[in-house]
């Protein structure tokens, strides 16, 4: 019996291919623009590859995963079910602990980068990611990530992170936002104003 394609299959064109390359030296960054993206200890640059579009609600501490500007900078302008970006932060440096409504998968590029989670008892556990380890959280799962590489201190490292859907929220925990406004960091008017 000879084998069946099933799927559809179409060609395409150079020009439209060309438009889902990234070079990562001609990528945008920013600093998230997140509520933690002005926090000590917090600053990172987020780097949007293939871009999901921003989540309809951005208001009440809801907001892109990636941000509000690095949602709007997508390299490879797509939705397709994923969002694929790079965070590039000095060691000592990631996001404060936060949620998700999708999958949010992190994969060491460069460095090691410790990705930490709130236990079924609320307490934090971390596991270390070495190059090209990953670690996957599920949708529900507080979490955070932070460059723990040892060596120079002026020297930042690049994790690679994967989010499911095509218009994810994130929200910090209300922990977090508590430390955010009490540091002057993001004012109560500007997060009720979201």
């Known amino acids: 019996m000879e084998y069946k394609e099933t799927l559809p299959r179409r060609g395409i064109s150079r020009k439209a ?13 920013s600093d998230g623009g997140l509520p933690d993206s002005k926090m000590p200890g917090c600053e990172r640059i987020l780097y949007n590859v293939i871009g999901f579009q921003p989540p309809r609600v951005e208001k009440n501490g809801k907001q892109s ?3 509000d500007i690095a949602a709007r900078l997508a390299a490879i ?20 602990l936060h949620n998700h409504d999708t999958n949010e998968t992190f994969i060491a590029m460069t460095g090691t980068w410790r990705a930490s989670w ?12 070495k190059p090209l380890d990953l670690i996957s959280f599920p949708p529900g799962a507080s979490r955070r990530f932070m460059n723990v590489t040892k060596g120079p201190k002026n020297k930042p490292s690049i994790l690679m992170f994967v989010i499911g859907g095509n218009a994810p929220s994130a929200e910090f925990t209300s ?15 500007a997060r009720k104003a979201r």
């Open 17 to 29: 291919m060309m438009k889902r390359v990234a070079r990562f030296k001609k990528l945008k960054g």
């Open 175 to 189: 922990e977090s936002m508590r430390r955010i406004e009490a540091a002057g960091a993001m004012p109560r008017l």
């Open 77 to 96: 302008k797509i939705s397709e079910g994923f969002n694929l970006g790079y965070c590039r932060a000095l060691p000592g440096k990631g996001p404060m």
């Open 65 to 67: 995963p990636v941000g």
């Open 118 to 129: 709130e236990n079924e008892r609320g307490r934090l556990e971390h596991v270390d990611l």
